[in-house]
């Protein structure tokens, strides 16, 4: 055994493989995310679950990802799949200063396109357990003209029609000021403004949110945010339990990031980070789009 943060845990157990936190690599990577993998299996690296990122479910569908996909399951590595959805996908919202349409995700799938891919999303994963669907960021933003759009609305309606799939594991975050400045100076170059939610706004959300669990049977998480509990995206034990042959995975907790309960995985996407052709406006890795 060994001892890390205070924890007992086995020793090498099977690495949990991410891909990725940095880019959509299902979507604009296939090709190297695949590679990325076989290059561990070459080196003789077992992994217990590769983590999947997107915001493009359709592209975990097709060919060769999806036959690759389905060959790593019959090898006993597990497939966890992190899929966003918020709504906002090539949704106009308000103007910017210049006069054209504010879309944060111009090339993000729309709600319409992306909902109805969730049943063969959950049937590649084998569970609708091995999704965890972020509704991540929640925005409100103040348009050039000072008028005010919230997200906030689309979260039940996403979490209705995910759950009568199975789908019960959810996360969110908001979309906050003075964390990012490339991010502030986006905005402050489109003549918008980001509007987090104030201390009691957050009280008042954490709260209805608890509601929103209870209607539909669910299990809602923040991602790192201040106020609400700490969560996992990547959690080591429930891995485990997720698991085939409930096989152990690393359950160490790094602590990167402040409010961060994650634990220990292997992000794949490189870096510098490639290039992210969905071109979110709040990105804060390396965005790449046309205005």
Excluded at 123 to 144: E, F, H, M, T, Y
Excluded at 200 to 207: A, M, N
Excluded at 259 to 270: A, V
Aim: hydrophobic share 35%; proline share 8%.
């Amino acid at each position: 055994m060994s001892i890390f943060d205070g924890k007992p845990i086995a020793m090498n157990p099977k690495i949990v493989l991410s891909a990725s936190r940095m880019t959509d690599m299902p979507k604009f990577y296939p090709d190297k995310l695949m590679e990325e993998v076989n290059n561990r299996l070459a080196r003789g690296l077992e992994i217990h679950t590769l983590v999947l990122w997107t915001k493009h479910p359709a592209s975990l569908l097709i060919d060769p990802l999806r036959s690759y996909l389905e060959e790593l399951k019959n090898k006993n590595i597990q497939l966890y799949v992190q899929l966003t959805i918020t709504g906002l996908g090539g949704l106009s919202i308000g103007i910017k200063s210049n006069g054209k349409p504010l879309v944060l995700e111009p090339k993000a799938p729309s709600l319409q396109d992306s909902l109805p891919a969730l049943p063969d999303i959950v049937n590649l994963a084998g569970s609708p357990d091995r999704i965890r669907l972020r509704v991540d960021p929640i925005v409100r933003i103040k348009d050039s003209k000072g008028n005010t759009f919230s997200s906030l609305k689309f979260l039940p309606v996403i979490i209705k029609s995910s759950a009568q799939y199975g789908i019960k594991y959810f996360s969110f975050s908001f979309l906050e000021k003075n964390m990012h400045h490339k991010v502030d100076k986006r905005f402050r170059e489109m003549g918008c403004q980001i509007v987090p939610p104030d201390e009691e706004e957050r009280d008042r959300t954490f709260h209805w949110l608890k509601q929103v669990e209870s209607a539909y049977g669910v299990f809602i998480s923040a991602c790192c945010v201040p106020g609400f509990p700490d969560s996992k995206c990547i959690d080591g034990e429930l891995l485990q339990r997720l698991h085939d042959r409930q096989e152990p995975a690393d359950s160490r907790q790094p602590r990167k990031r402040p409010q961060c309960g994650c634990t220990y995985s292997i992000d794949i996407g490189g870096w510098p980070p490639k290039l992210c052709y969905t071109g979110c406006d709040y990105c804060y890795a390396h965005a790449n789009y046309i205005d």
